[in-house]
Each structure stands twice: as structure tokens, then as C-alpha cells.
């Protein structure tokens, strides 16, 4: 076993631990809860950004990082950056991180209101309202002309949509709405 992996397997046992103690503490730091996306409609989401080789992809509220993990998995050419407050889902995209092996994907831990986010060329979001709200102000701010950003779910209320792409669920399933604007 090489000493890298054998590093790598060390540091998995100890964030899974450290993780467990924080899990009851994520409350404490976000009022955001960590709600996954559903792996079924992640391609849907990455079809959406309509990703192009050299992009580089915020998700602001990131969780376990799907994806950025799921959209670099289909566009290794672009460039990741995932930002997550609450500790735990944060710990997990960290782990995920340090055996995906690529350069071109970077998690943050902190508030993205507090993180330059200028160098996004397409953001995903899946954040309440409110959050959406009080994110408008800087999105128009430091995007770039030409950004796109996909909301999941939520839409601003201040700003109409460009496009809304209806993914229909099962019959026990929630319909999900995917919110594109461009800036």
C-alpha cells in the first residue's frame, strides 16, 4: 500500500469520526437545512448549465458536492468550486474530494455572501427564497455578463426567468422546476 493511500485512509477515518460530532452542531450554523438534490434529475440540472469546456461552476450551498461531482464527471475540462457553511455535508464533499483525483474541483468551507464569486461562469443554486433574495444583489454584482445561473426549485422574486425547464417525477414524487437566468 502506498503511503498516499494509506494517508488518504487515515484522514477518511478521522473526518468520519469528527464528522459524526459535528453532524449535531450543522443546525447551529446555517438556516439553510442540507437538502440533497435527487441523483435522478442531476443530469437534468447539468444539461441545464449547458457547461462548455474552460466554464467554471459555482454551487453556493454546495452539501456533499453531486453536483460538481456529477457535472465534472461529464465536462472534465471545467473548472468546480462548491461553497458550504454547514460543517458536516461540507466534511463529506471534502472526503469525496480527496478521492476524485482531480485538480479542477475545489470545496469551500464558509458563507458564499462572505466569498468573491466573480470567476463563475454558470452557478447552481438550491437555496430558499429568502436566501435567493439576499443573493440577488451580489449575483448581479459579480457575475460576468453572459453567467448563467439554474436554480433548483426556487425562483427569485425580484427577477423573472429566462427559461423554466418542468421535470416530471414519479407519482409519489415532488415535480421539479429548474429556474435559468442569464446575466
Known sequence: MTIVLYYRLILLLFLIIFSSFIFLLTPLFSLIPFVP?????????????????????????CGDGRVLFMALKTNPNISCVGIEIAPFPFLIAKIKQLFYFSK????????????????????????????????????????????????????????????????????????????????
Open 37 to 61: 438534490v435527487r441523483k435522478k434529475i442531476l443530469h437534468n440540472i447539468i444539461s441545464s448549465l449547458e457547461l462548455k469546456e474552460q466554464d467554471t461552476l459555482y454551487d453556493l450551498g
Open 104 to 183: 479542477n474541483i475545489h470545496i469551500i468551507y464558509g458563507n458564499f455572501f462572505n466569498i468573491n464569486i466573480s470567476p463563475a461562469s454558470c452557478v447552481f443554486l438550491y437555496l430558499f427564497p429568502k436566501a435567493l433574495d439576499n443573493l440577488l444583489p451580489k449575483l448581479e454584482k459579480e457575475l460576468k455578463s453572459g453567467s448563467k445561473v439554474v436554480s433548483c426549485d426556487f425562483y427569485f422574486s425580484k427577477r423573472k426567468p429566462d427559461k423554466i425547464i418542468k421535470i416530471m417525477a414519479k407519482k409519489w414524487q415532488k415535480n421539479k422546476n429548474l429556474y435559468i437566468y442569464n446575466f
